[in-house]
T-cell receptor, first 114, second 115 residues
Framework: DAGVTQSPTHLIKTRGQQVTLRCSPK?????VSWYQQALGQGPQFIFQ???????QRGNFPDRFSGHQYPNYSSELNVNALLLGDSALYLCASSSEGQGSYEQYFGPGTRLTVT | AQKVTQAQTEISVVEKEDVTLDCVYE???????LFWYKQPPSGELVFLIR??????QNEISGRYSWNFQKSTSSFNFTITASQVVDSAVYFC????????????FGAGTRLTVKP
C-alpha cells in the first residue's frame, strides 16, 4: 500500500519565479493538506483540498494556490517566489469524507529560493 | 485562537533512560483533537497518536505512553527505555472540530538518545 508521495524531492528556484509541487495521497484518502515547514519550526497549514475545492486556508497570501484532481492528487503552486518561501513543503492526506482526521505525511519537497 | 507550546527545544538522554516530552495547548473549542508526530532526519512526519478531547484515557503503545489532562491543557508523551532509533524531532499538534481543518503544530522537541 503506497503512502503519500511528493515530487520533486528538491528544487532550486530564483526569486520571482513560479513553482509547482505535486502530491499523490495515500490509497483510499480523499483529502490533501499542504504545510510549509521553515527550518527549525513546526509545519504551518497552507490549505486543504477536498472534493477538488479549497476547503480551508491558513494565513498565506494568494501567491500560494492549489488544485486537486479527480483522482485526489494535488498540486501546490507558488508565484513570485520570495527568499522567505525557502522551506520544506509537506503534503498530508486523510480520509475526511469518512470522518478520519489522522493525516499521513509525505517526505516533503525542499524548496530553495536564491 | 489555537496554540501549541512545546517548551523543551532539545532533550538529550542516554539509551534506556525514560524521557517525557511536554505539550501544552490552548483552544476555545470544546471538541478538539490532539496529535503527536515524529520527524526523523529523513523529514517525513510519522503519525504516532490521535486523542479526542472527550476521551481522557491515557494510552500506552509499547514503549510509548501519553498522558492527556484537560484540567492543565496538557498532552505529554513519555518514551520508556529510550533507544537510539527514537532520536528525532517530535511535534505535538492540535486541530478543532470537523469543520476546522487548520492543524496547529508546536515548534517541536529535538530528542537525542545517545548510546
Amino acid at each position: 500500500d503506497a503512502g503519500v508521495t511528493q515530487s520533486p524531492t528538491h528544487l532550486i528556484k530564483t526569486r520571482g519565479q513560479q513553482v509547482t509541487l505535486r502530491c499523490s495521497p495515500k490509497s483510499g484518502h480523499d483529502t490533501v493538506s499542504w504545510y510549509q515547514q521553515a527550518l527549525g519550526q513546526g509545519p504551518q497549514f497552507i490549505f486543504q483540498y477536498y472534493e477538488e475545492e479549497e476547503r480551508q486556508r491558513g494565513n498565506f497570501p494568494d501567491r500560494f494556490s492549489g488544485h486537486q484532481y479527480p483522482n485526489y492528487s494535488s498540486e501546490l503552486n507558488v508565484n513570485a517566489l520570495l527568499l522567505g518561501d525557502s522551506a520544506l513543503y509537506l503534503c498530508a492526506s486523510s480520509s475526511e469524507g469518512q470522518g478520519s482526521y489522522e493525516q499521513y505525511f509525505g517526505p516533503g519537497t525542499r524548496l530553495t529560493v536564491t | 485562537a489555537q496554540k501549541v507550546t512545546q517548551a523543551q527545544t532539545e532533550i538529550s538522554v542516554v539509551e534506556k533512560e525514560d524521557v517525557t516530552l511536554d505539550c501544552v495547548y490552548e483552544t476555545r473549542d470544546t471538541t478538539y483533537y490532539l496529535f503527536w508526530y515524529k520527524q526523523p532526519p529523513s523529514g517525513e512526519l510519522v503519525f504516532l497518536i490521535r486523542r479526542n478531547s472527550f476521551d481522557e484515557q491515557n494510552e500506552i503503545s509499547g514503549r510509548y505512553s501519553w498522558n492527556f489532562q484537560k484540567s492543565t491543557s496538557s498532552f505529554n508523551f513519555t518514551i520508556t527505555a529510550s533507544q537510539v532509533v527514537d532520536s528525532a524531532v517530535y511535534f505535538c499538534a492540535l486541530r478543532g472540530p470537523y469543520n476546522n481543518n487548520d492543524m496547529r503544530f508546536g515548534a517541536g522537541t529535538r530528542l537525542t538518545v545517545k548510546p
